[in-house]
């Protein structure tokens, strides 16, 4: 029986009741935010401006969750979402598709909603009256001003399904692992679609069975898919319960022929729960890897590499990384991937004539392994790249540096670089996952006094926390600039950036 404590105190207030509610907020998720009395109700899809009927579908103690009944008054930024699946055009049983939270808004105005989600976070988490928080720089092109098909990487589960073929190959209702069945997404890139058809005819054709997350049963759990907008390459990677797929040879041949991969790969993953790759691979033909530019850099991205998914945008938040960076001549990017904004920011002040180090530090080995190929690709030399988590590695690197170079008791800047591990940074990069960063690393950071910090971060809510610890730790936030990486989807992308005076 649910206990007392789980209903708000107005009594009206009740599971399956309509209530009318003035939308005063949106939150990243996509729920427009009112209030009966003092009591929060966050309502999938409202917008703000708008007077809607909601019914209540789920209530907690001090807010609760509901469904549009009727929009009373809409919004003038809702619009017909173009995708059928987001316009209730196509219902299906797992509910809508989760990857958008915005098709039914303006593009203009989801601008508008996302940046005032990035102050809501810092206002709220962070504890900034005033954060200084530009406009969003938006993803515009001369062809059309709302933008589509611009993700270079898609994630397709495969899960049984009562239909014909006895599976589905889609993306997963929100807050779910119910899949959605999908033919087409119009953020991801057109070439995705058709090797989407190609799988689930040899899946069809050739009997393979998908992968039952509860039974643990089956055989297809994932596709992945990389495209590049430098080389038009597109990677393939089938994930699967086992070493090798029925007529695997053939289906390579089909994805090359009608779907326009130039590598595929089979990753065998065996172990149980919600982990998209192993960490094997096998390539079944190509090189098993595509190439990317940002700029004149060019990067090899292998399977496991992380690498922003909007290339579109992707120079522009580096370009005001950088211009928020200045001239430091040692930097430190915390979280490398396949070399990333390491060898853009080397690259950069070499055709400066500007001397630089950048150190790449990144956990995960294959990232590290493409960030120092990509290193020798471009003929950049004045980068060093270290596999490590950035937790550990950093704070170690930075105590023996303060030890080394202290002089009563202060840190100083070295202008060379002979030995890394000898030297304090001017500046450090930090991009972490979602997540956001480590306690030690912001603690390293602080204690050891790194003048410049630039962090770009993919959730707001994240970055928020990080930014009041290191404010409390004495940093200064200067400005945040949110980049539309993800029109559409309630996520954003910030660069922020902090500095911090030098001791007495």
């Known amino acids: 029986m649910e206990s007392q404590k789980s209903h708000p105190a107005n009594t009206t207030l009740r599971k399956n009741a309509i209530v009318t509610l003035d939308i005063i907020n949106v939150n990243a998720k996509g729920f427009g935010i009112g209030r009966v009395d003092d009591f929060v109700l966050f309502t999938e899809g409202a917008l703000p401006g708008e007077r809607i009927e909601a019914q209540i579908v789920k209530l907690k103690s001090r807010y609760g969750f509901a469904k549009i009944s009727r929009i009373i008054t809409p919004s003038p930024a809702r619009i017909t979402p173009r995708c059928t699946v987001a316009a209730g055009l196509r219902p299906s049983p797992s509910g809508i598709c989760g990857g958008c939270q915005f098709q039914h808004c303006d593009y203009a105005a989801q601008l508008e909603i996302k940046k005032q989600i990035v102050i809501d976070a810092l206002t709220r988490i962070g504890g900034f009256s005033s954060p200084p928080v530009a406009d969003v720089l938006g993803h515009f092109d001369a062809s059309d001003t709302t933008p589509w098909h611009y993700r270079n990487k898609g994630i397709f589960p495969v899960a049984p399904a009562d239909n014909a073929d006895g599976f589905a190959i889609g993306m997963y209702a929100a807050r779910s692992h119910r899949l959605v069945e999908i033919d087409e997404c119009l953020l991801q890139h057109p070439m995705h679609k058709r090797v989407l058809f190609v799988v689930r005819n040899h899946m069809h054709a050739r009997k393979i069975t998908p992968y039952d997350e509860s039974s643990h049963t089956g055989t297809m759990r994932q596709i992945m898919v990389r495209t590049s907008a430098a080389t038009d390459e597109v990677m393939v990677v089938l994930v699967a319960t086992c070493d090798h797929l029925p007529a695997e040879d053939e289906l390579a041949q089909t994805l090359v022929r009608d779907a326009g991969a130039t590598t595929v790969l089979i990753n065998p993953h065996t172990a149980r729960g919600n982990t998209v790759l192993g960490n094997r691979f096998r390539t079944l033909t190509g090189s098993g890897s595509i190439e990317e530019s940002i700029g004149a850099v060019r990067y090899r991205i292998s399977p496991q590499s992380f690498f922003q998914v909007n290339s579109h945008q992707v120079k522009k938040l580096y370009d005001i990384a950088l211009q928020m960076a200045g001239n430091a001549d040692y930097i430190i990017d915390a979280h490398a991937g396949a070399g990333g904004i390491t060898l853009y920011a080397a690259h950069q002040a070499a055709t400066q004539g500007r001397k630089l180090h950048a150190l790449g530090i990144d956990i995960v080995a294959a990232a590290i392994n493409d960030a120092q190929k990509n290193a020798d690709l471009n003929g950049?030399?004045?980068?060093?790249?270290?596999?490590?988590?950035?937790?550990?590695?950093?704070?170690?690197?930075?105590?023996?540096?303060?030890?080394?170079?202290?002089?009563?008791?202060?840190?100083?800047?070295?202008?060379?670089?002979?030995?890394?591990?000898?030297?304090?940074?001017?500046?450090v990069f930090l991009d972490p996952p979602r997540k956001g960063c480590e306690t030690p690393l912001l603690d390293a950071l602080i204690t050891a006094h790194i003048p410049k910090v630039v962090y770009i971060s993919c959730d707001p809510a994240t970055l928020a926390r990080d930014i009041k610890h290191l404010h409390s730790g004495g940093y200064t936030l200067q400005q945040v600039q949110p980049v539309d990486m993800f029109p559409h989807t309630g996520h954003v992308e910030c660069v922020a950036l902090l500095t911090k005076e030098e001791s007495a």
Do not use: D, Y
């Open 380 to 427: 950049i030399n004045n980068v060093t790249f270290q596999v490590g988590a950035a937790e550990e590695v950093i704070p170690t690197m930075l105590s023996a540096a303060n030890a080394m170079n202290c002089t009563n008791g202060h840190p100083n800047t070295v202008s060379s670089v002979p030995t890394i591990s000898a030297a304090r940074p001017q500046l």
